[in-house]
């Protein structure tokens, strides 16, 4: 029989088994000069925001900004046509959350359904599920405007808040895999214990697949952060804009585009979507302990 | 569970957030379809363009000062990047929903001119839309067939942009007025010679066009349906002209103007390329990215006034399913006349059409832009009636002729052969207009 | 049908009634007009006109820029997820140590993911493989000479490769959740019994991750075949040079949107749906071989 303790330090260090210990710093220097390779891109990105816009693909090659300058930054927050970027991030934080919410729920809620209870025709569905996924969205794009335009939801952020709160397939397979891990006999002694189905669902399933729910609130986070085609499409007020369609509006296929002050907003608005990957991640990591349960 | 209390309370906070903010959306996205009965009779109309910062907010100051003349009308202003304009656009059209003013582009106005989408303007010039001061050459830009799906709002002209120190510095002292494509190749040489590029090669389809002009054919028919241009000759001169230039080095391959990152990059302002072909409206730009002088050149002959035609740069139009098409009209009409309006418009949709503003607006341009004022009323004098929007199908063929050009510049393929590949394949994208 | 077999059919249908309502309302008619608009010439404008099978047969016969973008993206599909998959799984596994520094390695791995397909990205990307960028730099340092990113269309394929590789973060996320969810007990008596690295890794390690392997395997498939915004933006919307980087759905974009073939674009999207559903028909079909589920009893 495992101790508490021992249960916690079971889950919470996996180590890679049996391969000798390498030196911490051997370790750190492979894996960290990797990442910084990886990131060259991004750091790019940064230092050019500190550059000023006519010299940035000038002074491409060298990294270091000279003149180092903040204006960009400045400039890029005044926003577009009196929008100041605060708005635009603000949009933005209001759909994502909206939408993360309603994704996570409710995929969580049919997967349970998906992985756990059998009914007639859940292949069908499931499988009917999927296709959905297959399908490019630009080609179902046009009659689901004109559904959405029926309804008069037009510019707003019901028509991709709204079917957020119906599930994702994406999400929804995800959520289905991770709860097919679990082994069933902790439902069947739950059942046993006198829990209902929906208690199964809340108490033991939903706990225990922390992680993945932690994943799909990453996912569902910075793809809807990200998202263009949506608000393209139905957000037809500049001031209910999200960050995406703020940051396509500092260029020009006319006149030059304002490289600096589109960079320096590119890397304001990476820091949030940064903030809740780290804070999220944690879920992630922190594992679960199945055993724990059967004591 | 005082985790899951959390939650609630955010999701509910949320909601209430969205409801707010979502339920004045929607009333304010009805605009068009029920104001009209209104008991104040406030008109609201939507209207729609592309651009970047600066067009954004002097339009929005026009918008404002058209309001403040004109109290019981309110403008929703809807604008994007070029490319989110138009993704947004076609659905709107396939929805009914297009915006009562809509900006268009030469480039897609006979789909949607074409297809129903655009009001005809014929019954509003005249009356709510003043046109007194305006050529008929220049309204006609609009026009397909004999209805005017938009008007006008600004023209452009192409040319050659170039660099008088760097044209000296390869040995030649100017560019004759009636310089001829001999004359270009001769200068090129030498322009490679001294280790610099002449230009950085000709968009396909307009300065073929022009080529075709020049010789009193034209890329496309009169109705659309075929190439207008019957000799392949004519496409084999043109093209080996050009993927000789490459060839030779005095024009960048298309892989080193593939990395161009926008007008910063460009080989003029790097002083890398003695000149650029392009049109009027982009002096300016290019001219504040270079930060020295630059001059403006008509494009060479022989017949360069058959060749050069008055490209109306974009125009306004006005939703066919829109239900204010007479204010729409005003707002157009208050657009191209009104003098103060324009004054914050600086040309930068065009050179404008109307005379007394072209007169008002003189004074208080920079000297670039007044070089480029200049060369476009030298255009007037020295042009050919313009071809009309390009046919349905146009952006195939442009598709097509870019692809073909490129393979020619890789020297993947000889004019000779793009030539009969692309009369065969253009015409059968145009023969669908039949 | 038992009053017990109904209650339970209930309790299904229940849990998953979001899914089935969303999709009646939002998702069901879209599907059935984008099949319809497949055998109909419609420009979005004016009302489709019926023409049967005739946008099928010229896909297949007359097009040659369908081809070149079918085998574009299979390439794209076959090169680029194996690769993402390898390296995620593989930085998964390095980071799944119990050191401090790892949180802080995993966002920074995973910020090319997050960053998205932000013209920014596209910007970025277009100039790390410039004729004058770093990638050839390095190269030039290993005495490889210069690649032409832009000008070969091979070469520019492999930039968008590159591209999805870089982001591998999403992949090495999902990765990670499961490698979490291996109880640390069957690795402790792995090794009582004697088993070494390798045994652990292919005994224990892949069986307990097959599903999530199974699902990134799917998922980044059908991604991988449905990637339009980096082709988009990197090759500014033409799928040069040559079309080398022309994904199908990006000619998709451009038959739709462009030139307004929408009949013609929805035959190629269910074509895709087709081809895609046939693999991960495949995937899946296999999976019983190989995916372990602890769920269903263990093996």
Redesign the interface.
């Known amino acids: 029989m ?1 101790t508490n303790t021992e249960i916690n ?11 000798k210990k390498p030196k ?1 710093w051997i ?2 220097i492979l ?2 000069g990797f ?1 910084v390779l ?5 750091i ?2 940064l230092m050019s925001s500190f550059k000023p816009s006519d010299t940035i ?1 000038v002074t ?2 060298s990294l270091i900004p000279d003149p180092f300058i903040l204006s960009n930054f400045a400039q890029g927050w005044e926003g577009i046509g009196g929008n100041s970027f605060g708005v635009f991030i603000k949009n933005t934080v209001v759909l994502v959350i909206i939408t993360m919410i309603g994704q996570v729920i ?1 995929s969580a ?2 997967a ?3 992985a756990r ?4 025709g ?1 292949s069908f ?1 499931f499988a ?17 405007y004109i ?1 959405f335009s029926k309804l008069g939801w037009l510019d707003s952020i019901k028509p991709i808040a709204v ?1 957020a ?3 994702h397939p ?1 999400f ?3 959520l289905v ?8 006999e902790l439902d069947e002694a739950a059942t046993i214990d006198g829990c209902g ?1 929906f208690k199964i ?1 809340y108490k033991i399933i939903l706990p225990l697949i922390r ?2 729910l ?2 799909v609130s ?2 569902s986070f ?2 809807t ?2 998202n ?1 085609l949506g608000p393209v499409l139905y957000l037809n007020s500049p001031d209910k804009y999200t960050v ?1 369609m703020a ?2 509006m500092f ?1 020009s296929n006319e006149t030059v585009s304002n ?1 600096g002050a ?2 320096a907003m ?1 890397i304001v608005t ?1 820091i949030p ?2 903030v809740i ?2 804070l999220f ?2 879920h ?8 724990g349960l059967k004591g | 569970m005082k985790k899951w209390l959390f939650w609630m309370l955010t999701v509910v906070m949320i909601f209430s957030l969205a409801a707010c903010s979502g339920g004045s959306s929607s009333s304010s996205g009805e605009s068009t379809s029920d104001s009209g009965g209104g008991s104040k009779e406030e008109v609201k109309l939507r209207i729609a363009w592309w651009g970047s910062e600066p067009r954004h907010d002097y339009t929005l100051k026009i918008i404002e000062m058209y309001e403040k003349e004109n109290p019981g009308v309110k403008i929703q202003a809807e604008y994007a990047s070029w ?1 989110d304009y ?2 947004r656009l ?2 709107q ?2 929805a009914q929903q297009l915006p009562d003013i809509i900006q268009m582009d030469l480039s897609y106005f006979s ?2 001119a074409e ?3 655009l009001a005809d303007l014929t019954p509003f010039v005249g009356n709510q839309i003043d046109t007194t001061n305006f050529t008929d050459n220049y309204i006609n830009g609009g026009k397909i067939g004999d209805k005017l799906y938009g008007f006008n709002l600004g023209v452009n002209v192409v040319g050659f942009h170039y660099d008088e120190a760097l044209l000296k510095k390869i040995g030649v002292d100017s560019l004759a007025e009636d310089w001829t494509w001999d004359d270009y190749k001769e200068i090129a040489a030498k322009a490679k010679d001294a280790g610099l590029f002449m230009d950085t090669g000709m968009k396909a389809d307009v300065f073929f066009n022009y080529y075709l002009r020049t010789q009193g054919k034209s890329l496309y028919s009169k109705d659309g349906t075929t190439l207008g241009y019957e000799d392949d000759q004519m496409f084999i001169d043109f093209f080996t002209m050009t993927s000789d230039l490459v060839k030779d080095g005095a024009a960048p ?4 103007l ?2 161009l ?1 926008g007008l910063e990059d460009d080989p003029v302002v790097k002083e890398k390329a003695v000149g650029i072909w392009q049109w009027s409206n982009q002096f300016v730009g290019i001219q504040q990215v270079a930060n020295r002088p630059l001059k403006i050149h008509n494009m060479p002959g022989p017949n360069t006034s058959d060749g050069l035609y008055l490209k109306p740069s974009m125009f306004w139009s006005v939703a066919e399913n829109s239900k204010h098409k007479e204010e729409a009209a005003k707002f157009i009409d208050f657009f191209v006349n009104n003098v103060e309006a324009n004054k914050l418009n600086l040309g930068d949709r065009g050179i404008p059409g109307s005379s007394v503003i072209k007169d008002e607006l003189k004074p208080v341009l920079t000297p670039e832009q007044v070089q480029v004022f200049d060369s476009v009323e030298w255009a007037e004098q020295n042009s050919s009636e313009f071809d009309g929007p390009d046919p ?2 146009a ?2 063929v442009i ?1 097509l002729l ?2 073909l050009s ?2 020619m510049n ?1 020297g ?1 393929m000889k004019p000779e052969d793009a030539a009969k590949q692309f009369r065969q394949q253009a015409e059968s994208i145009l023969s669908q207009n039949k | 049908m038992s009053a017990r077999a109904l209650k ?9 009634s ?6 009646l ?3 069901f ?3 059935v ?2 099949l319809y ?1 497949s055998f109909t010439q419609y ?4 009302s489709p006109t019926w023409i049967g099978l005739e946008n099928y047969k010229k896909m297949f016969t007359e097009d040659p820029r369908y081809w070149q973008s079918l085998k574009v993206t299979l390439i794209y599909v076959f090169a680029g997820v194996p690769l993402r998959l390898g390296f995620a799984l593989f930085i998964a ?7 401090r ?1 790892v ?1 802080l ?17 596209a ?6 493989f ?5 990638i050839n ?1 390095l190269l030039a340092f290993f005495s490889i000479p210069d690649v ?1 990113w ?3 269309p091979t070469a520019a394929l492999w930039m968008l490769i590159f591209l999805s590789v ?1 982001q591998f973060g ?1 992949s090495m ?2 990765f ?10 069957y ?2 008596a ?2 009582v019994d004697g ?3 390798w045994q ?1 890794f292919t005994k224990i390690t892949l069986p ?1 991750l097959s ?2 392997i ?2 990134n395997t ?2 980044q498939t ?1 991604a991988a ?2 990637t ?2 980096p082709a988009f933006i990197i090759s ?3 799928g ?4 080398g980087t022309l994904l199908y ?1 990006l000619y ?3 038959q ?5 073939n ?1 009949g013609y ?2 035959a190629m ?2 074509i ?2 087709i081809i ?2 046939i693999l ?1 028909a495949i995937i899946f079909a296999t999976s019983k071989f190989w995916v372990h ?4 009893g263990g093996k």
């Open positions: 495992q330090t079971a889950s919470k260090r996996f180590e890679m088994p049996n391969v911490w370790y750190h894996v960290g990442a990886m990131l060259y891109p991004v790019w990105l693909f491409a090659q409710s809620v049919i349970f359904g998906f209870l059998s009914f007639f859940k569905w009917l599920m999927m296709v959905t996924l297959m399908l490019p969205y630009e080609v179902v794009m046009i009659p689901q559904i079917p709160y119906f599930g994406f929804i397979f995800l895999q991770f709860i097919r891990t679990i082994p069933r189905t669902f992680p993945a932690a994943t990453i996912f910075y793809w952060w990200d263009l995406s940051l396509n260029l490289w589109m960079f590119s990476l979507v940064f990957f780290f991640q944690r992630v990591v922190e594992g679960i302990s199945t055993s | 490319d138009w993704k076609a659905p059209a396939s789909q949607y297809n129903g989408q391959t298309p892989d080193y593939a990395q990152k349905i199908g952006g195939q598709e870019d692809s490129e393979q890789y993947q | 339970q059919n209930m309790k299904g249908y229940a849990f998953i979001p899914f089935i309502i969303g999709f309302a939002f998702t008619i879209p599907i007009a984008s608009f420009n979005l404008f004016a596994m390095v980071l799944n140590t119990a050191s520094a949180g390695y995993r966002t920074l791995f995973y910020l090319p993911s997050l960053i998205g397909g932000s013209v920014a990205v910007i970025m990307w277009r100039n790390i410039g004729d004058e960028g770093i730099l032409r832009f000008g070969d870089w999403s996320l999902i990670l959740a499961g490698l979490k969810g291996i109880p640390m007990t690795y402790e792995a090794s088993a070494n690295f652990k307990m599903p999530v199974l699902f799917i998922m059908i075949f449905m339009f915004v500014k919307g033409t040069g040079p040559l079309d759905s998709l974009f451009i739709g949107f462009e030139f307004f929408m674009a929805s999207a269910w895709m749906l895609v559903g991960t589920y602890e769920s269903e």
